[in-house]
Structures are given as structure tokens and as C-alpha cells.
T-cell receptor
Framework: DVKVTQSSRYLVKRTGEKVFLECVQDMDHENMFWYRQDPGLGLRLIYFSYDVKMKEKGDIPEGYSVSREKKERFSLILESASTNQTSMYLC????????????FGQGTRLTVV | QKEVEQDPGPLSVPEGAIVSLNCTYSNSAFQYFMWYRQYSRKGPELLMYTYSSGNKEDGRFTAQVDKSSKYISLFIRDSQPSDSATYLCAMSPWNAGNMLTFGGGTRLMVKP
């Protein structure tokens, strides 16, 4: 079974803090993604990566950055957390060849107070 | 206007009913159409995907794509309480796992 694991299920952080969300996948997938999910808005793509040390902006990258130093790990960084970044964050991975479906982690519910 | 529109529900049906979930979209470049199921406090899991127009069946689930109308549907036959979840449609111009654009999700409740 493909496993995408996010390091935390729930996080509470203060405004202005630097926040790291970690994601690890065990299927040697090339592609990794970070989404945020808000009620009524579905999932929106923040950043994605097709390879190690490679990153591309998604639809809503403002206020976020990412890091991919190893193929299996993709980190989302909130440089200075704000209350409007309170959300559910979902990591996903997919292979670049063959059956290319995306697999999601269980999500991190982040609350910024 | 959002690229992918989906009625948020909630949709409440009795056990055994046929459920119809729908999405409309505006981007004619979309070629791959996916349906995800998301249980409360879990990540989405892929139910099925379809390439281009047509139907696809998997057990009690049938996905339909009408590209001429920019309209996709998911039908669930003999619905069960375990089908209670949020259903998300997703689309991509590239493949089933890349550059996905999601609808807002429809919350389904199947009552015993």
C-alpha cells in the first residue's frame, strides 16, 4: 500500500511563528504536492515538486515556501503564520509514469491563533 | 467564477437509494476526471477516474463524463451508510495525478 504520512494531525501555532509541515511518501514517487482545504473551496494547490530540489508555485503560493531535499520528503513552510492560514493541509504524491493517480496523506489541521 | 463547480449539499438519502453527484467545469483543456471520497478527519482517497468522455463502472459506482456539456457525474447504486462522506470531483489536463483542480465537495449522508 502506498503511504503518504504527514508528521502532525493537529497543530496550534501563534501568529508570526515559523511553521513546518512535513510529508513523507514511501513509494518512490517523483511528484509531490501541497494543498490546503477550506469549506466550500475544495482543495487548492499551494506548491508542487517534480523532482528533488525542484519546486513550482501552484494557485495560492503567497505566504508559503517549500523544500524538497530528498525524494521521499516534501516540507511546507509558513514563514510567518497568520490567522488566514488556519486550514486543513494535505500532502499528496504521484508517479510520473504509468498509473499516475495521486495518493493523499491524512491531513494536518493547523490553527493559527 | 470557479473553474469547477460542485453543489456542497448536504445531500441526505435513505439507505438503498441511488445517489447522483455532479460537477460542471469551464476549462475545455481538462482530459482526466476523478472522483475522490473523503471521510471525516481523513485525507481524500481516489474512487475512480475517467479519461475523456464516456462511462466507467466499478461495482456500485458509475462515473460519467460529457465533455460537450462540460458536466461529470458519479452515481452510487444501493447506497450504504458507509458511503456517508464528502465526495470531491477533480480534473486535470495532464493525467490522473498531476495539476488537479478540485470542486468544493458534496457532503453525502446515507441514513439507515
Amino acid at each position: 500500500d502506498v503511504k503518504v504520512t504527514q508528521s502532525s494531525r493537529y497543530l496550534v501555532k501563534r501568529t508570526g511563528e515559523k511553521v513546518f509541515l512535513e510529508c513523507v511518501q514511501d513509494m518512490d514517487h517523483e511528484n509531490m504536492f501541497w494543498y490546503r482545504q477550506d469549506p466550500g473551496l475544495g482543495l487548492r494547490l499551494i506548491y508542487f515538486s517534480y523532482d528533488v530540489k525542484m519546486k513550482e508555485k501552484g494557485d495560492i503560493p503567497e505566504g508559503y515556501s517549500v523544500s524538497r531535499e530528498k525524494k521521499e520528503r516534501f516540507s511546507l513552510i509558513l514563514e510567518s503564520a497568520s490567522t488566514n492560514q488556519t486550514s486543513m493541509y494535505l500532502c499528496a504524491s504521484s508517479p510520473s509514469q504509468g498509473d499516475t493517480e495521486a495518493f493523499f496523506g491524512q491531513g494536518t489541521r493547523l490553527t493559527v491563533v | 467564477q470557479k473553474e469547477v463547480e460542485q453543489d456542497p449539499g448536504p445531500l441526505s438519502v435513505p439507505e438503498g437509494a441511488i445517489v447522483s453527484l455532479n460537477c460542471t467545469y469551464s476549462n475545455s483543456a481538462f482530459q482526466y476526471f476523478m472522483w475522490y471520497r473523503q471521510y471525516s478527519r481523513k485525507g481524500p482517497e481516489l474512487l475512480m477516474y475517467t479519461y475523456s468522455s464516456g462511462n466507467k463502472e466499478d461495482g456500485r459506482f458509475t462515473a460519467q463524463v460529457d465533455k460537450s456539456s462540460k458536466y461529470i457525474s458519479l452515481f452510487i447504486r444501493d447506497s450504504q451508510p458507509s458511503d456517508s462522506a464528502t465526495y470531491l470531483c477533480a480534473m486535470s489536463p495532464w493525467n490522473a495525478g498531476n495539476m488537479l483542480t478540485f470542486g468544493g465537495g458534496t457532503r453525502l449522508m446515507v441514513k439507515p
